[in-house]
């Protein structure tokens, strides 16, 4: 069993600063890509960052110098710095893990239950 678990959500102001964290746990042999996606209401889930196990990263042109992402391999945890918000970020933000449970297994995508982000104007 493998569980992917969120936290950092909440209401935040315009201008202001969350840090998301997601948590992989359970049987993991690696863990390759992590990333972090959203999805707002009446939308379709959309990118917003992922990084590989060598710490390549990779932005939506929307959040681009606002939000970072990074992880600590030894707590397979990711995390999202998002700075600068504004109400168009407001969303589900939900993270995934590209991973294999055994040695011999090709990794399969995990996702997270998501977290709320709301951002006031």
């Known amino acids: 069993q493998v569980q992917l678990v969120e936290s950092g959500g909440g209401l935040v102001q315009a201008g202001g600063s969350l840090r998301l964290s997601c948590t992989a746990s359970g049987s993991i042999f690696s863990i390759n890509n992590m990333g972090w996606y959203r999805q707002a209401p009446g939308k379709q889930r959309e990118l917003v960052a992922t990084?590989?196990?060598?710490?390549?990263?990779n932005y939506a042109a929307s959040v681009k110098g606002r939000f970072t992402i990074s992880r600590e391999h030894a707590k397979n945890t990711v995390y999202l710095q998002m700075n600068s918000l504004k109400p168009e970020d407001t969303a589900v933000y939900y993270c995934?893990?590209?991973?294999?449970?055994?040695?011999?297994?090709?990794?399969?995508?995990?996702w997270g239950q998501g977290t709320q982000v709301t951002v006031s104007s």
């Open positions: 995934n893990a590209d991973l294999q449970r055994f040695r011999l297994l090709d990794p399969i995508r995990y």
């Open positions: 990084i590989t196990s060598g710490a390549s990263t």
